[in-house]
């Protein structure tokens, strides 16, 4: 279980699982999301739920682990850009990074 910083000052965090991790890579949720300028704001955010809910939809067995990122992660109450940025790195050097080897 890791831990992602969710606001600037520290006060609160967002708790990720491997099972969180391994779920962003299943559907590729992060491939495209960012533009090229690197910014992660709640533009980017937001296209990344409007992205699941398409996914949701779409998908007549909806996947528990999905569901569950859903509810423990993107849709968490303090969930914000600069939490989606931490999810980003933890992501990148903890899961990806770790399969590329």
């Not at 890579?25 to 090229?36: A, C, G, N, P, R």
């Not at 423990?72 to 903890?94: R, S």
């Amino acid at each position: 279980m890791y831990k992602i910083q969710a606001n600037a000052s520290g006060t609160r965090t967002i708790e990720i699982s491997n099972d969180h991790l391994a779920t962003i890579e299943k559907y590729s949720l992060f491939e495209h999301l960012v533009d090229s300028n690197g910014v992660v704001d709640e533009d980017v955010l937001e296209k990344l739920k409007l992205n699941i809910r398409s996914l949701l939809e779409s998908d007549a067995n909806s996947d528990k682990q999905l569901l569950d990122l859903c509810l423990d992660v993107i849709y968490h109450k303090d969930m914000k850009a600069l939490g989606l940025k931490n999810l980003l790195a933890l992501y990148t050097e903890k899961y990806h990074n770790a399969t590329a080897d």
